[in-house]
Nanobody, 127 residues
Framework: QVQLVESGGGLVQAGGSLILSCAAS????????MGWFRQAPGKEREFVSS????????????DYADSVKGRFAISRDDAKNTVTLQMNALKPEDTAVYYC????????????????WGQGTQVTVSS
């Protein structure tokens, strides 16, 4: 069982930065691929970024959606059970609720691959 708690969302002007953090409970954090997704009103939850487990098939692989590549950076600290999303050069279209997920399955770009989710944190980017 893994419990995830996101923090760090808020209101920021376009071009600004935010850091989202996800704290996980449980002793097997390092076994999970950790991912960030977002969901805007009326839209499906979409993949943002993932960081694979170095202990599993993914070998610590990092992946980004094209829409955030070059602007966002994901990191994880298995000793602290945390995963972080550094978001720079934010755009109004980045506005959404951001969710942290933990997955033991393949294909980390699919929301259905995730076993556990946090409650989400709102990010609002004003123009």
């Amino acid at each position: 069982q893994v419990q995830l708690v996101e923090s760090g969302g808020g209101l920021v002007q376009a071009g600004g930065s935010l850091i989202l953090s996800c704290a996980a409970s449980g002793r097997t954090f390092s076994s999970y691929t950790m991912g960030w997704f977002r969901q805007a009103p009326g839209k499906e939850r979409e993949f943002v970024s993932s960081f694979g487990s170095s202990a599993r098939w993914s070998g610590g692989r990092i992946d980004y959606a094209d829409s955030v590549k070059g602007r966002f950076a994901i990191s994880r600290d298995d000793a602290k059970n945390t995963v972080t999303l550094q978001m720079n050069a934010l755009k109004p279209e980045d506005t959404a609720v951001y969710y942290c997920g933990a997955s033991l399955l393949s294909d980390p770009r699919r929301a259905t691959s995730y076993n556990y989710w946090g409650q989400g944190t709102q990010v609002t980017v004003s123009s």
